[in-house]
């Protein structure tokens, strides 16, 4: 097995966590603040839109299962890669697209998968594509959040995954199961399920 790490901005983080964990070889899933001008934010400094965090889910995935490709691939049909600050019904800085790495060598690929399908569709590809500056975890309230609210919002269509799968069954190695990341500490003051968008 050889562990890696990538980092994906898709509008709320809830429905993007929620579709990527079900793949093949995605070992964990967290939700979070990425690439933040503020050290650890709350939800509710990163919906100011002055923290220029994206709402972003770290994934950890055995790459012998499912390459780097496969997964950015798998995350691209999860947004509509032309929308600017714009996912759904979500709106704002925080919920712009992006794909950021922690390995250099994953520059190249993703840059050309975005560069591809720009040059396929014809169309402006607003998907930032970059290494990654920082991640902070999003509160407790926030993680695996439509497993414990299963009719809550979500903007990605997560019946597509099976469909996704099945287009690719062979592309993919041995099957692992999702397990958590570490949980995130409870912020101070914190409350257990507020009632609010992502």
């Given at each position: ?41 709350t939800y509710e400094d990163v919906c100011?839109g002055d923290t220029g965090a994206a ?144």
């Amino acid at each position: 097995m050889r562990e890696r790490e990538l980092y994906v901005a898709g509008g709320c983080f809830w429905g993007t966590q929620a579709y990527l964990e079900k793949l093949p070889g995605v070992l964990a899933t967290q939700v979070g603040y990425a690439n933040s001008a503020v050290d650890d934010p709350t939800y509710e400094d990163v919906c100011t839109g002055d923290t220029g965090a994206a709402e972003c889910v770290r994934v950890r995935y055995d790459s012998d299962v499912i390459g780097l490709s496969l997964l950015v691939e798998a995350f691209l049909r999860t947004i509509d890669p032309t929308s600017l600050n714009r996912q759904g019904n979500d709106c704002g800085t925080q919920y712009r697209s992006g794909i950021y790495w922690t390995d250099d060598d994953d520059a190249f690929i993703v840059r050309s998968i975005l560069a591809e399908m720009r040059y396929r569709s014809g169309a402006d590809i607003v998907v930032e594509a970059e290494p990654l500056g920082n991640f902070w975890p999003a509160e407790r309230y926030h993680q695996d959040y439509l497993k414990k609210n299963p009719g809550g919002y979500c903007h990605v269509d997560l019946s597509d995954v099976g469909r996704f799968i099945s287009e690719h069954a062979s592309e993919f190695g041995r099957i692992n199961r999702v397990v958590k990341l570490e949980p995130p500490r409870k912020r101070s003051g914190e409350s257990g399920d507020p009632s609010i968008s992502c």
